[in-house]
């Protein structure tokens, strides 16, 4: 009998398909419900960052996503009286495999994860929308409306992720905390003329206020302004135009226009992301200015943080606890989110004395390489760590220069395949499930790993050399995974499906392995026969 939950999940947009994605590649049965006929052709977000480039190569979509759009690799500041650049702030320096942004409209990016959801069996269900839900021990009551029908429906579990006015918040009834910023952004997406190259995000500084210009594939390009309260929902290209020959020193012309808005900034988060059987994810848990894009991107790592957890909880192999660490790690994540967007909002917009503070630490991280890419990092998400986490176990002392328990798994360059060819790490975590990487050269050391692991990941053993029967291995000639990892000569390293490190040890030992799933991630009984 299969004893596997379901999962529905509220909202097709780029978190709820993340999470579909990540279920059902783990072998959870997920529903998809989405409000609307067909996919929105609103660009809405644009930059995706390095730590969410890095999960969605593991996704299995990222050069489906590169194809549709273009790579920045710069954030510059332009003087918006005359063109000139005040300050550039370089992401090539920024320790990644993906050291640059893709711009890409959101329609693309949830058009590519649609197709991989549909890959991986899943099935989007438009024109339905959530419209009521009760939960009890073992389930969730909903009422699924399409057109004037309602169909009540049960789930063993309920994904939340249905965006900043979303239904299960408002059913399961916590507030928002927060509130309105009182700021607005006049948006438009066209094809744009300009001699600027299409090589970097453009922030224009002007006293009338600020202008944003983001590069997308082709002649494509979002607009952005701040602008004083509006009287209507959109501006007209007339507007947008005058806009851009002020605050852009005449030098974009927007054509062709796709789609043209008016946006009104909230900061606000919800107390908690787990409510029994219900959990909220993306813009439905936490919402925040456009400023330095981190909402699409932290949307998806929620998604990505809480997918295979769920999977463990639906397929009855770890206890629902383990669901608590969901909002643990993510909860400070999105607060931290809403505080440096309302700050980068309210230093970008400044007038007087704080605006010259502005302008001397932007001259700083454009002239200061450390600090540029410290700056760049943070903003790519890629300080995101859960150190503090109860999922975060280290065995051994640490090892100076390496990575901690709870950072996300390093991907250094210099790993092989038998055949000689290069395999990063985030190939290897693209194979559903955990990785574990061992150094341990003793054969039956690593079967016990295997047998302990089980179903729910690979092993896979690191040698310096290939010596005969060495069997299924990755060739690590200079030992980048000893430095970067620093597990030891014998250690073992377990790099959680979202890409972050749960356990570190200096030795292979299976007895920490059984000892890090049963206490840590609430996996009781595995399949060790
Ligand atoms: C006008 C606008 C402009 C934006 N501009 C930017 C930007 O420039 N940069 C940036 O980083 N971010 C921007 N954002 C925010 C960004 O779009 C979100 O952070 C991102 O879309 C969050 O993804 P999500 O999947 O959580 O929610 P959404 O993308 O909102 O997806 C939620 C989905 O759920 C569906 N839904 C809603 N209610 C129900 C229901 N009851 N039942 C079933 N389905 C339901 C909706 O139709 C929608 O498709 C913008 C947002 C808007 C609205």
């Given at each position: 009998m299969d004893t596997t939950d379901d999962v529905l999940v509220v909202g097709a947009g780029p978190v709820g398909l993340t999470a579909a994605c990540g279920l059902a590649?783990?072998?959870?049965?997920?529903?998809?419900?989405?409000?609307?006929?067909?996919?929105?052709?609103?660009?809405?977000?644009?930059?995706?960052?390095?730590?969410?480039?890095?999960?969605?190569?593991?996704?299995?979509?990222l050069p489906r996503l590169e194809a549709r759009g273009r790579r920045i690799a710069a954030l510059e500041v332009v003087d918006g009286r005359t063109g000139r650049s005040r300050t550039r702030l370089d992401l090539a320096g920024v320790s990644t495999r993906h050291p640059y942004i893709l711009d890409v409209a959101q329609p693309d990016t949830e058009a590519v994860l649609a197709e991989r959801a549909?890959?991986?069996?899943?099935?989007?269900?438009?024109g339905v929308t959530l419209t009521a839900l009760t939960q009890d021990a073992d389930g969730v009551e909903v009422t699924l409306r399409s057109g004037d029908r309602d169909e009540p429906a049960r789930a063993g579990w309920v994904v939340g992720a249905d965006g900043g006015h979303s239904s299960p918040r408002r059913l399961l009834g916590p507030p928002l905390d927060g509130g309105l910023?009182?700021?607005?952004?006049?948006?438009?997406?066209?094809?744009?003329?300009?001699?600027?190259a299409p090589d970097a995000i453009r922030m224009f500084a002007h006293p009338d206020?600020?202008?944003?210009?983001?590069?997308?594939?082709?002649?494509?390009?979002?607009?952005?302004?701040?602008?004083?309260?509006?009287?209507?929902?959109?501006?007209?290209?007339?507007?947008i135009q005058?806009?851009?020959?002020?605050?852009m020193g005449g030098r974009v012309a927007v054509r062709r226009p796709r789609w043209l808005t008016y946006f009104e900034v909230h900061h606000a988060q919800v107390p908690r992301y787990r409510h029994g059987r219900v959990l909220l994810a993306g813009d439905a848990a936490h919402i925040h200015s456009p400023a330095g894009a981190q909402g699409m991107n932290t949307g998806v790592q929620d998604a990505a943080n809480l997918a295979w957890k769920l999977a463990l909880v639906a397929r009855r192999r770890a206890a629902p606890d383990l669901l608590d660490t969901y909002h643990d790690e993510r909860h400070p994540v999105g607060a931290a989110v809403v505080r440096a967007t309302t700050t980068l909002t309210d230093?970008?917009?400044?007038?007087?004395?704080?605006?010259?503070?502005?302008d001397a630490a932007q001259f700083v991280l454009g002239h200061i390489p450390r600090a540029?890419?410290?700056?760049?990092?943070?903003?790519?998400?890629?300080?995101?760590?859960?150190?503090?986490?109860?999922?975060?176990?280290?065995?051994?002392?640490?090892?100076?220069?390496?990575?901690?328990?709870?950072?996300?798994?390093?991907?250094?360059?210099?790993?092989?395949?038998?055949?000689?060819?290069?395999?990063?790490i985030e190939e290897l975590l693209a194979g559903p499930g955990f990785l574990l990487l061992t150094r341990s050269a003793d054969a039956g050391t690593v079967d016990d790993l295997r047998r302990t692991l089980g179903d729910l990941g690979a092993v896979v053993r690191v040698v310096r050399d290939a010596a005969p029967g060495a069997g299924d291995c990755v060739l690590d000639p200079d030992d980048v995974v000893g430095r970067a990892y620093g597990p030891g000569p014998a250690g073992l390293a377990l790099i959680r499906p979202d890409g972050y490190l749960g356990?570190?040890?200096d030795t292979a030992d299976p007895q920490l392995l059984r000892r890090y799933l049963a206490g840590a991630l609430h996996v009781p009984e595995l399949s060790t026969a």
């Open positions: 590649g783990l072998g959870v049965p997920v529903r998809v419900v989405e409000a609307l006929d067909q996919p929105t052709t609103e660009s809405r977000a644009v930059g995706v960052h390095a730590r969410s480039l890095e999960m969605f190569a593991a996704l299995g979509v549909a890959e991986l069996g899943v099935v989007v269900q438009r910023h009182g700021q607005h952004l006049a948006q438009a997406d066209g094809d744009v003329d300009t001699p600027f206020g600020m202008g944003m210009l983001f590069p997308l594939a082709g002649p494509r390009a979002r607009v952005m302004f701040l602008v004083g309260a509006p009287d209507t929902d959109a501006p007209t290209l007339e507007q005058a806009l851009a020959d002020t605050r230093i970008g917009t400044a007038t007087g004395p704080p605006a010259a503070i502005r540029g890419n410290a700056a760049a990092g943070r903003m790519a998400e890629l300080t995101v760590q859960y150190r503090d986490s109860p999922l975060s176990v280290r065995h051994g002392r640490h090892h100076a220069g390496a990575a901690r328990a709870g950072e996300h798994a390093p991907d250094p360059a210099g790993l092989r395949r038998r055949d000689g060819t290069p395999v990063a356990l570190l040890a």
